[in-house]
């Protein structure tokens, strides 16, 4: 049987459907790893000082950790996009409250580094002074010098003698050279930028932690980096591996990332949407952890599906051809069968019904079985019939083609038909299977 070593190696070479271990220590692993570290990154970026000031500031909100202070921004916008005229302004309003009490603590802790003693009104809205200084009333102003004009307007520094403002390097400066005469109520607390940054930064992050803008600070949607980073990796691995060239290796980055940027947003936004409703703000990044991780799969199917058509278009083509023609003679080779097999049938009842009563009974038990037989290959070329005109008959459940080939043969061997019996045929569809096996490679 000098086919047989050939079919046995076909066999064994059709497309490896892998487990789900598998599917945990690549794609979906390395989603699981970059989501959870950029998850941490964010965490790690909220200043604690900020998320206190914030606690401090809104007291009804219990904000007491970076996820909390990023579920309190995220409502808070939202909140501004439903009910106000003009959101962005209303939020840009809010951060800057928010930066202004923020900048209060920034600069009590500049005077506690120095060793002077810090006390807070009780009041956050107390007019005139901010913060006591070693027993002394210190009004705090971040931004333009002009803050400070609006404020000694109100509170003049003559009837106010012992007060004292500080504020940030640039405001400071152009209000002293203004009005010298005042140099002694200013205090420099450091450039504006560190200030903002502080505040800012840890604002942005703290509602990056639900958010899919930013990926370890790069301005680019987590979900396509994450896509991007998965695709660039697999693709320049196959490269390495000789698998692919390096046109073929840079066009499927941009199909997978694409297609993987897609589904990995709706999925992990459909789930943070449906579990955080209902569990806040720690359901809601399960919820877009979990979502993320399902995504992958129908991302890694359309992207398939692309590749497939584009790259295996021809492979594909030869070799349903060959799965026709291995059916078409199977159908050839069955029908023949039938024939024999109705013939001897006859001749057995014709050779057995006339005999005496044990032999009749025989027959009508041998007849039962011979029921039983053609019913199952009428069932077997029925099922031939219908996958000539439609290969995809063989198994609807089939991913890759190759596993119709796989059919193909399993089904002549259920009626006695090998690919011994068919060797053209088997030669020809083995050849375009490995064929087609080799271009799927290339784009799983």
């Known amino acids: 049987m000098p086919n047989s070593g050939k079919i046995k190696e076909f066999l064994n070479k059709k497309v490896k459907e892998k487990n789900l271990y598998d599917k945990l220590l690549t794609e979906e692993g390395a989603y699981a790893g970059l989501s959870s570290g950029d998850l941490f990154y964010d965490y790690l970026r909220v200043d604690p000082e900020v998320v206190k000031t914030l606690d401090i500031i809104h007291p009804n909100d219990n904000l007491q950790n970076p996820i909390e202070a990023g579920w309190y921004k995220k ?61 002394i009333e210190v009004q705090s102003k971040v931004g333009t010098s002009q803050l400070i004009d609006k404020h000694f307007e109100k509170y003049p520094a003559s009837e106010y003698p012992d007060r004292l403002l500080v504020t940030n390097t640039e405001a400071a400066n152009d209000y002293i050279n203004r009005y010298p005469e005042n140099a002694d109520k200013i205090i420099d607390g450091g450039p504006l930028k560190p200030i903002k940054d502080q505040y800012f930064d840890s604002s942005h992050s703290a509602q990056e932690i639900f958010e899919d803008e930013d990926f370890f600070s790069v301005p680019i949607a987590e979900s396509v980096s994450i896509g991007l980073l998965i695709s660039a990796s697999k693709n320049t691995y196959k490269l390495i591996q000789n698998k692919k ?41 399960a919820g877009k952890f979990v979502g993320g991780m399902l995504g992958l799969y ?31 003679k199977l159908s050839s080779i069955s029908i023949k069968n039938n024939n024999i097999f ?49 290969i995809n008959e063989l198994n609807q459940k089939a991913e890759y083609l190759s596993s119709l080939a796989d059919e193909a043969i399993f089904l002549g061997n259920k009626i006695g038909i090998g690919p011994i019996f068919l060797k053209n045929e088997s030669k020809e569809l083995i050849e375009t299977s490995k064929l087609y096996n080799k271009c799927i490679e290339k784009i799983i």
């Open 298 to 328: 129908p991302g890694r199917k359309i992207s398939t599906i692309i590749k497939h058509n584009i790259r295996c278009k021809n492979e594909q083509i030869n070799l349903e051809e060959s799965i026709k023609k291995y059916l078409k």
């Open 245 to 285: 060239s390096f046109s073929e290796a840079l066009i499927d980055t941009g199909i997978d990332t694409a297609s993987r940027a897609g589904t990995i947003s709706l999925s992990a936004t459909a789930g943070s949407l449906i579990i955080g409703s209902l569990s806040g703000p720690y359901g809601y990044i």
């Open 75 to 135: 409502s808070k916008f939202e909140s501004f996009k439903e009910n106000s005229s003009n959101p962005d302004q209303a939020w840009a309003g809010h951060e800057n409250r928010d930066l202004g009490y923020s900048a209060e603590r920034y600069f009590g802790q500049q005077f506690q580094s120095q060793g002077s003693e810090v006390e807070y009104p009780e009041s956050l809205n107390n007019p005139g002074f901010d913060l006591m200084v070693n027993g």
């Open 342 to 390: 109705k013939n001897k049938e006859e001749r057995l009842n014709k050779y057995l019904s006339n005999r005496n009563k044990i032999t009749s009974e025989v027959w009508e038990y041998i007849k039962l079985k011979i029921e039983d037989e053609k019913k199952y290959k009428y069932s077997i070329v029925k099922k031939i019939d219908r996958s000539i005109k439609d």
